[in-house]
């Protein structure tokens, strides 16, 4: 079997890491329009059997009917393509969810609930699942065996890799992976973690988000092309996302104002195509205010600002000294040290004390 995997689409995600540049957000929801209209293009001309979508298609939440008829509408174009959707924890199938009302065509088979279903035809017998709740603290995946079968075995799912509880208690559909790779399946599809993992050996792949959705989202994004059967397999991976977004460090070391951060930020070469993030670092000699430095780079790509510096003062020497500099950062020292503020309080409340005097 001939297929393209795909995973992780989030349509109509609210980008709010783009908040902060006006319609960059609408501007990104058109790119993801655009880049999954790459990919049933590339499945209609090359004439792919079949399309696995691994889950977060769309983003209950926020999905506007409008954009479901536009995915259906792409669907229709490849009525040869048999397409199988396995619902995950951002598009679960539940009561109302557009899987459940909706009315796709003929070639789109979507798995309905948690338990492991499965599809045979002629060329494969594909496995897959739904969450049926915006969480899965148990895996059906850990009770499965297949039976012997003369044809490949694909398993669609929407699943964490060794997944433990997020910081609210909850799990995704967790699975070990040496326990997924014991079940036999001669390719597995899945999807939730954003960034692929296409080095893999165990035939188990995330493709990652499709495209990127912030800074939290480095690297490639796309879709893997495949083919498998019982004797052979082979994939590779197609970057789709023409935009990037990157992390930049810039040292202060050298500098001595605002206005000296804003040149140096400024006069480094920037890709039209990225969105960037600059992290500062090194030993600062003046005090930096994010937002101001953010809003004197409007007119760029750049989104987000994060100071990582420290200031450039021999505290200890200080501390030292019998004055009133020596006494004020000896009073803040020892709040510090008493655990009553953190470092970033204590960096900020001797930066702008020592300013001030």
């Known amino acids: 079997m001939r297929f393209v995997h795909i995973a992780d689409m989030h349509f109509d995600a609210p980008f709010t890491s783009l908040n902060s540049k006006e319609h960059l957000g609408d501007k990104r929801r058109l790119e993801q329009r655009s880049v999954f ?9 090359n004439e792919i059997e079949y399309l696995l979508i691994s889950g977060d298609l769309y983003e209950h939440e926020y999905v506007r009917k409008s954009t479901i008829d536009y995915i259906a509408r792409l669907f229709r174009e490849i009525p040869q393509t048999k397409i199988f959707i ?3 924890n951002h598009d679960p ?53 297949l039976p012997f079968s003369n044809k490949p075995s694909v398993l669609i799912a ?25 079940i036999g399946f001669d390719y597995c599809a899945i999807g939730h973690v954003h960034k692929n993992n296409i080095d893999n050996k165990n035939r188990i792949y995330y493709p990652g988000s499709t495209i990127s959705l912030g800074f939290d989202e480095l690297g490639n994004h796309g879709m893997i092309v495949g083919e498998v059967t019982k004797d052979k397999f082979n994939m590779t991976f197609i970057d789709l996302d023409e935009r990037s977004f990157e992390e930049l460090e810039i040292s202060v070391d050298e500098l001595q104002s605002k206005e000296d951060l804003i040149e140096k930020i400024l006069n480094y070469r920037y890709s039209e195509l990225a969105m960037y993030k600059i992290i ?6 003046f005090e930096i205010n994010t937002r101001e430095i953010l809003r004197a780079l409007e007119e760029t790509n750049i989104l987000k600002v994060k100071d990582k510096t420290k200031i450039n003062y021999n505290l200890e020497e200080l501390s030292k000294q019998n004055n009133l500099k020596g006494i004020f950062v000896k009073e803040v020292l020892d709040v510090y040290n008493k655990g009553l503020c953190t470092e970033e309080e204590y960096q900020k409340a001797i930066e702008i004390g020592l300013d001030a005097m």
Do not use: Q
């Not at 209209?37 to 001309?45: A, M, S, W």
């Not at 897959?128 to 895996?139: C, H």
């Not at 967790?174 to 997924?180: A, C, D, F, M, Y």
């Open 93 to 145: 199938y539940i009561k109302n969810s557009y899987y459940d009302i909706y009315e796709f065509s003929d070639n789109v088979y979507i798995f309905r609930n948690p338990n492991i279903e499965r599809y045979e035809d002629e060329n494969v017998n594909i496995y897959g699942m739904a969450f049926n709740e915006f969480y899965l603290n148990t895996s059906p995946l850990e009770n499965i065996t």
């Open 37 to 45: 209209k790459r990919v049933i293009d590339y499945v209609k001309e």
């Open 158 to 182: 929407h699943c964490d890799l060794n997944g433990s509880k997020d910081a609210e208690g909850f799990c995704y559909n967790p699975i070990l992976e040496s326990k997924l790779n014991s």
């Open 86 to 88: 396995s619902p995950g």
């Open 280 to 285: 500062l670092v090194g030993n600062r000699n």
